[in-house]
């Protein structure tokens, strides 16, 4: 098998890859999904200040030293402060301050006892038991200290990280900007959705497949027609978005077929030439080009070849022009359920079900690379090194977790 492998057709990309040229300033409410384009510290502690934990009195501990239930302390009640409130009086010995979850503790108490523990009988309070110093007390920073690195640089924003800069104040979020993807499908044989079905002709599948992956990998994507295989009108195609574009995403035409077009695309456009040929099945005929400004990825054009090599290939390098830190596929070792029946000469992936509880991976019916359906509910792929032979069950596998 000639072409390169897989690790060294990522790493080429990756090279070739700059990281995103602006960032963009958005609102908070809008920031899910995209990356952080600066290193985020905590600029105060917090919380900012000590608290209490729960409903009840902030007190001295050192005053309900020997209370029993039989023999309370009794303290006087001086006040309320509610969460929000801020009680500016000191505590002295043998006073309390009735507290609430989340209320800043007032000067000179160290503990707080819990309401239901308690009797309040008017201004007087009976506490059946000593508290520590520090009991049921939240400190200030407990969360994160001042000076704390909080969110990366390229690191997505999620739902916690959000939740992070809002904690601290953060009404915006400075994010690199989306990366440009255009989009096409190459194939005199495809129809798109919504038009009727005619003999030799299909559905163009992958373009929806790929913009909807695009779409969860925050891309800014523009989605041409359907590519003619003639290489002059393909190449005008694609050539007007090479300025706008980070990368060309394709799929179909890179084999050796006679109209397999994006050879010829390539020259005319023109662009030069990367590498063709990944040391993997499905997916080979992978080719990856640079323009002057733009990569290209040329995918097959069979739907789980295409999606396949998109995830191996096209992510990594989609998450670097999106400025994201790298992010590797988790890789287990797994049971196998089922048989698999070929041998493997070159390194191949099949799409499995993994259940994470057993340890466990299944196979769908179907494998072939044209077939689409089987991949519906699979969640990884199993990753059989050259020189495989038939699998049975029971055999381990290496698995990649999508
Ligand atoms: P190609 O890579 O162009 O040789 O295409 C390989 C196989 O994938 C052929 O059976 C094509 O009809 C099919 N195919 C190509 N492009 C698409 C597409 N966009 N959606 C679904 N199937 C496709
Ligand atoms: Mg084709």
Same mark, same amino acid.
């Given at each position: 098998?000639?072409?390169?492998?897989?690790?060294?057709?990522?790493?080429?990309?990756?090279?070739?890859?700059?990281?995103?040229?602006?960032?963009?300033?958005?609102?908070?409410?809008?920031?899910?999904?995209?990356?952080?384009?600066?290193?985020?510290?905590?600029?105060?502690?917090? $919380?900012?200040?000590?608290?209490? %934990?729960?409903?009840? #009195?902030?007190?001295?501990?050192?005053?309900?030293?020997?209370?029993?239930?039989?023999?309370?302390?009794? &303290?006087?009640?001086?006040?309320?402060?509610?969460?929000?409130?801020?009680?500016?009086?000191?505590?002295?010995?043998?006073?309390?301050?009735?507290? +609430?979850?989340?209320?800043? +503790? $007032?000067?000179?108490?160290?503990?707080?006892?819990?309401?239901?523990?308690?009797?309040?009988?008017?201004?007087?309070?009976?506490? %059946?038991?000593?508290?520590?110093?520090?009991?049921?007390?939240?400190?200030?920073?407990?969360?994160?200290?001042?000076?704390?690195? &909080?969110?990366?640089?390229?690191?997505? &924003?999620?739902?916690?990280?959000?939740?992070?800069?809002?904690?601290?104040?953060?009404?915006?979020?400075?994010?690199?900007?989306?990366?440009?993807?255009?989009?096409?499908?190459?194939?005199?044989?495809?129809?798109?959705?919504?038009? $009727?079905?005619?003999?030799?002709?299909? #559905?163009?599948? @992958?373009?929806?497949?790929?913009?909807?992956?695009?779409?969860?990998?925050?891309?800014?994507?523009?989605?041409?027609?359907?590519?003619?295989?003639?290489?002059?009108?393909?190449?005008?195609?694609?050539?007007?978005?090479?300025?706008?574009?980070?990368?060309? &995403?394709?799929? !179909?035409?890179?084999?050796?077929?006679?109209?397999?077009? +994006?050879?010829?695309?390539?020259?005319?456009?023109?662009?030069?030439?990367?590498?063709?040929?990944?040391?993997?099945?499905?997916?080979?005929?992978?080719?990856?080009?640079?323009?002057?400004?733009? /990569?290209?990825?040329?995918?097959?054009?069979?739907?789980?070849?295409?999606?396949?090599?998109?995830?191996?290939?096209?992510?990594?390098?989609?998450?670097?022009?999106? !400025?994201?830190?790298?992010?590797?596929?988790?890789?287990?070792?797994?049971?196998?359920?089922?048989?698999?029946?070929?041998?493997?000469?070159?390194?191949?992936?099949?799409?499995?079900?993994?259940?994470?509880?057993?340890?466990?991976?299944?196979?769908?019916?179907?494998?072939?690379?044209?077939? /689409?359906?089987?991949?519906?509910?699979? @969640?990884?792929?199993?990753?059989?090194?050259?020189?495989?032979?038939?699998?049975?069950?029971?055999?381990?596998?290496?698995?990649? /977790? /999508?």
């Amino acid at each position: 098998m000639e072409g390169i492998t897989l690790e060294e057709a990522v790493e080429l990309l990756l090279s070739r890859a700059s990281s995103p040229a602006g960032t963009d300033e958005i609102p908070l409410s809008e920031a899910l999904g995209r990356t952080l384009a600066e290193d985020m510290r905590a600029e105060f502690d917090n $919380p900012p200040f000590d608290r209490s %934990p729960l409903d009840g #009195y902030a007190l001295i501990a050192a005053d309900t030293a020997g209370a029993t239930k039989e023999s309370p302390v009794r &303290l006087r009640i001086v006040g309320e402060e509610c969460a929000g409130d801020f009680f500016s009086g000191t505590i002295h010995s043998g006073e309390a301050l009735r507290i +609430m979850t989340g209320g800043a +503790m $007032p000067q000179g108490t160290d503990a707080v006892i819990r309401q239901e523990d308690v009797q309040a009988t008017g201004e007087v309070l009976s506490v %059946p038991y000593a508290l520590r110093h520090h009991e049921n007390y939240c400190f200030a920073g407990e969360d994160v200290k001042q000076g704390a690195l &909080l969110v990366r640089q390229g690191e997505i &924003l999620d739902a916690p990280r959000i939740g992070v800069l809002a904690s601290q104040g953060r009404a915006k979020a400075k994010v690199f900007r989306r990366p440009r993807i255009v989009l096409g499908g190459t194939g005199d044989e495809l129809l798109q959705p919504g038009e $009727p079905l005619a003999p030799g002709k299909i #559905y163009n599948s @992958n373009l929806y497949l790929l913009s909807a992956r695009l779409q969860e990998l925050g891309a800014e994507t523009i989605i041409l027609g359907i590519i003619p295989d003639e290489p002059q009108r393909a190449s005008a195609e694609l050539r007007p978005h090479q300025d706008w574009a980070d990368l060309l &995403l394709t799929t !179909g035409g890179v084999s050796v077929g006679k109209k397999d077009i +994006m050879h010829e695309v390539i020259r005319l456009l023109p662009a030069r030439r990367l590498f063709w040929g990944v040391q993997m099945k499905p997916g080979y005929p992978l080719l990856a080009y640079e323009g002057d400004r733009s /990569l290209g990825v040329a995918l097959s054009g069979n739907p789980f070849a295409a999606c396949t090599t998109f995830e191996l290939i096209a992510r990594p390098l989609i998450d670097k022009l999106a !400025g994201r830190l790298p992010r590797p596929l988790p890789r287990v070792k797994a049971t196998l359920k089922d048989a698999f029946p070929k041998e493997s000469r070159g390194r191949r992936f099949i799409r499995a079900r993994f259940d994470v509880v057993a340890g466990t991976v299944s196979l769908p019916g179907q494998h072939s690379s044209g077939s /689409l359906f089987s991949a519906v509910g699979c @969640n990884a792929l199993i990753d059989l090194p050259p020189g495989t032979g038939k699998l049975l069950p029971g055999d381990r596998v290496e698995v990649l /977790l /999508l």
